[in-house]
């Protein structure tokens, strides 16, 4: 039997940070990853290009049940000490909107530079390795693998959660938590798009494609950004940010013209341009296609008169239509397309300086596999880095 010091389960974003890191202090560290490749959902992740961070992550991008736990890792490793190894590795990157940070050219450039650091510091990555067992010795823990068996003083989760299942994505980090009698909370889908009735997905027929710049609401919480009509109901940044503050049953609100007092804009058409059509100044804002599909669902009878033609309190009718939209979402795509779990390990039993399981020494979880979520934008990469970082310190 082989032995080493510490042993990384997933060489994703968190577990191959927390190699460098615990390579880096001269400890023998090993990452290994049951896929044929590393990083497979920083390949994938911005359409290819990887939004690796954001300008403004800070803790009130999180949520968890416990809001404090995530503050301290972010302070410790933060975007900046990111963007720094970016520059050092020479990587051209750009801020797209609202602080997202892109690679110029592929987010195979971020794997290659992590796989780079893993070399310098000494950090050993293997791919194609299934774990079999796990087994707490005295002396840390036995973990008997498809490519052998080894003995290792300190074992770090760093599996994710269970989205994407085709990029490999499974329960094991929770196995290994249930194992050892650790708590978790429910896990769902989250940032991913909703599902609407058949009946809605008629209404809405031939509008996959379109988009408009909305802001979307549920249980008070808002963001601003576009939505997306899809075959199977709606997506689109603002959607799947507000996908993970949503509940089964809730109705979302949609606000399809964010920058304006629409019924006080209405009556200003009204009196600068009266022969207009509604449907043609409703075209400004929205694509001529969605304005005509919404104003044939919900005020047919008004959309092809001249405005001046229309009483105030149909203009105010038409206002609170566009601006109030209610929508009760059948479900989510799941894990299929979700970028992220929500819940996952209690972070109660975790230690947010270290990353150890407080009832087991040696047991560490960092990245996707706590019950932290960070929001769309770069911010779940930046826990994934913050919380490997600060564990190698440690482990």
Not at 114 to 125: F, I, N, S
Not at 230 to 248: E, F, M, N
Request: with cysteine; net charge neutral.
């Amino acid at each position: 039997m082989q032995s080493t010091d510490v042993i990384i389960i997933g060489a994703g974003a968190a577990g191959l940070m927390c190699g460098i890191s615990a390579a880096s202090r001269g400890r023998s560290a090993m990452v290994i990853d049951h896929a044929n490749k590393v990083g497979k959902k920083i390949l994938m992740s911005g359409g290819g290009r990887c939004n690796f961070t954001n300008y403004y992550a800070e803790p009130a991008n999180y949520l968890s049940h416990n809001e404090h736990f995530c503050k301290s890792a972010l302070s410790r490793y933060t975007q900046w000490d990111f963007i720094g190894l970016v520059e050092k590795h020479g990587i051209p990157y750009h801020e797209k909107k609202l602080g997202q940070l892109f690679c110029d050219n592929k987010a195979k450039d971020i794997v290659n530079m992590l796989l780079a650091e893993c070399e310098e510091k000494g950090a050993e990555v293997r791919i194609k390795c299934s774990v079999e067992s796990v087994k707490k010795t005295e002396q840390g823990f036995i973990v008997t693998t498809n490519q052998g068996k080894w003995q290792c003083e300190s074992l770090v989760i760093a599996t994710g959660g269970l989205s994407i299942p085709t990029m490999g994505a499974t329960g094991f980090g929770y196995d290994i938590a249930k194992q050892f009698g650790l708590s978790l909370f429910t896990t769902w889908a989250a940032l991913v798009p909703f599902t609407l009735n058949p009946k809605m997905l008629e209404e809405f027929h031939g509008l996959s494609g379109v988009s408009a710049d909305s802001i979307v609401t549920c249980n008070n919480q808002s963001f601003r950004e576009n939505i997306l009509f899809t075959h199977r109901g709606l997506s689109g940044p603002a959607v799947l940010q507000i996908s993970s503050y949503w509940q089964p049953g809730d109705t979302i609100q949609i606000n399809l013209f964010p920058d304006v007092d629409l019924f006080e804009q209405l009556k200003q058409w009204q009196a600068e341009k009266p022969k207009s059509h509604l449907v043609n100044l409703l075209s400004d804002q929205l694509t001529k296609n969605l304005a005509e599909r919404l104003s044939q669902l919900w005020f047919a009878k008004l959309a092809h008169k001249p405005i001046a033609d229309i009483a105030h309190a149909d203009l105010e009718t038409v206002a609170n239509a566009l601006q109030h939209w209610q929508l009760k979402p059948t479900g989510t795509e799941g894990y299929r397309t979700a970028e992220v779990t929500m819940g996952g390990v209690d972070t109660d039993e975790v230690s947010s300086k270290t990353f150890e399981a407080k009832k087991v020494k040696g047991l560490y979880f960092i990245g996707e596999v706590l019950d932290v979520t960070g929001h769309l934008g770069g911010f779940n990469f930046q826990w994934a880095w913050a919380s490997g970082y600060c564990a190698g310190q440690y482990v």
